[in-house]
């Protein structure tokens, strides 16, 4: 037993495995059964990071190429969250200003017969009317970058009615609520009314436009 291990060779016993074919054919198919194993793992787990990066490439492809397809405008939600909230903020300024507008030289009113009543429920009106406008003047020049300009336009007409019935009333006195007075702020309320409600619209069709595609 001695004699065999000592002139016992790996390398020929590899050598002579080798040579028989079906033995051979077992080690090789072993061998490379378990190296292919690992390399068909490795190459999957590389080509399925790879899939997600080239799916996310063509998600942001596709929905950019809808955007432009259905003329919708492409945007972030950073700057979807941020002109939404400006809006909102104007609009809420914007419809308290209507109401006090509405308010001023209303087509169905009481006013008091005594002079100085008069002159005390116009001051009202007026102080009222003049608070609401200052506010929204602030709010629009505070958001106006975040503003798509079509809206701006009509948010200016808006405040620019609002200042000339201000002016007309505080020039005009008592006579703010004569048939005079009254014809001459139904032209301004006319035009705020026609401004606003065309702000709205826009504004309406802006954010069913917008598309947010990425963060």
């Known amino acids: 037993m001695a004699d065999f291990l000592a002139g016992f060779s790996v390398s020929t016993f590899l050598a002579s495995l080798v040579g028989s074919g079906v033995t051979a054919s077992f080690v090789v198919k072993g061998l490379s059964g378990h190296l292919g194993d690992r390399w068909l793992a490795k190459y999957k787990s590389g080509l399925d990071k790879e899939f997600e990066s080239y799916r996310d490439t063509l998600e942001q492809k596709r929905k950019r190429l809808e955007a432009e397809m259905t003329h919708r405008v492409y945007t972030t939600q950073t700057r979807f969250d941020t002109e939404f909230n400006a809006i909102k903020e104007i609009f809420?300024?914007?419809?308290?200003?209507r109401l006090a507008f509405n308010g001023m030289r209303p087509f169905l009113d009481r006013i008091p017969e005594e002079p100085q009543?008069?002159?005390?429920?116009?001051?009202?009106?007026?102080?009222?009317?003049?608070?609401h406008y200052n506010a929204s003047v602030e709010v629009v020049n505070n958001v106006y970058p975040f503003v798509p300009e079509d809206i701006y336009e009509e948010l200016d007409k808006c405040l620019m009615a609002a200042m000339i019935e201000i002016k007309h009333v505080e020039?005009?006195?008592?006579?703010?609520?004569s048939s005079t007075g009254y014809s001459d702020g139904a032209k301004q309320h006319d035009k705020f009314t026609t401004a606003y409600f065309k702000a709205a619209k826009l504004v309406r069709e802006r954010f069913n436009r917008l598309s947010v595609v990425s963060q």
């Open 171 to 177: 020039e005009a006195g008592e006579d703010a609520l």
């Open 117 to 131: 009543e008069k002159t005390k429920e116009i001051s009202r009106r007026l102080r009222l009317l003049s608070e």
């Open 92 to 97: 809420s300024a914007l419809g308290k200003l």
